[in-house]
């Protein structure tokens, strides 16, 4: 079946650090990857998405390639700020297996000032 | 704004006793689901609609159902609740089963 494999957190970095959240999926299709984020108390919220092999999502300094080749979509940030504190899910939503999505484990990321 | 919308945040029930949690949306999508989400863990789908099709998860529990009356309303029932679903519940929507999901604040179960 399908699986998403997410860095595993937590992850703390200083203000403006460059961050790489690492994640590597299975799928039995071609799937549409997604990175979603989840601030305290609050339902998720997608921050990026590419639907095919080599998009590029992107979103407020957030990257994340869709590399089929080596089945992954990081998530990168060349400078993070205490805002971008959260815990940050990689998701793929395969159209081979009825659209289903199937989320990682989620990485939660501190940023200190 | 277009927005999913659930009902209460919180909720405190006691063991055994039946609660039901309510999620709206403004979107006009196809698609809702439910996912059940215990702390620093990932959100578990438990079932979702494709406009009237009901589609279960296999290890979803039979103490967990849904009605979707309408479009907009997507209700979760936990008829006998334990201790351990006591979690955050998200409903999320999307346009066809594919896209993007939104997802709604959430409402945080307390089993007593």
């Known amino acids: 079946g399908d699986s998403v494999t997410q860095m595993e957190g937590p992850v703390t970095l200083s203000e403006e650090a460059f961050l790489t959240i690492n994640c590597t999926y299975t799928?039995?299709?071609?799937?549409?990857l997604f990175w979603y984020v989840q601030y305290p108390g609050e339902g998720l919220q997608l921050l990026l998405k590419?639907?095919?092999?080599?998009d590029k999502g992107s979103n407020k300094g957030f990257e994340a390639t869709y590399r089929k080749e080596t089945t992954s979509f990081h998530l990168e940030k060349g400078s993070v700020q205490v805002s971008d504190s959260a815990v940050y899910f990689c998701?793929?939503?395969?159209?081979?297996?009825?659209?289903?999505?199937?989320f990682g484990d989620g990485t939660t990321l501190t940023v200190k000032p | 704004d277009a927005m999913v919308i659930q009902n209460p945040r919180y909720q405190v029930t006691q063991f055994g006793k039946p609660v039901t949690l309510s999620c709206s949306q403004t979107?006009?999508?196809?698609?809702m689901y439910w996912y059940q989400q215990k702390s620093s863990q990932a959100p578990k789908l438990l079932f979702h609609y494709y406009d009237k099709d009901f589609n279960n998860e296999a290890d979803t529990p039979d103490n967990f159902q849904s009605r979707r009356p309408n479009t907009s309303f997507c209700f979760l029932d936990i008829r006998s609740p334990g201790l351990g679903d006591a979690a955050m519940y998200l409903c999320?929507?999307?346009?066809?089963?594919?896209?993007?999901?939104?997802f709604g604040p959430g409402t945080r179960l307390t089993v007593l």
């Open positions: 799928a039995t299709g071609y799937p549409s």
């Open positions: 979107l006009n999508h196809n698609v």
């Open positions: 998701a793929l939503s395969d159209r081979t297996n009825a659209g289903k999505s199937t």
């Open positions: 590419a639907t095919k092999a080599d």
């Open positions: 999320a929507t999307s346009r066809g089963s594919t896209d993007t999901q939104y």
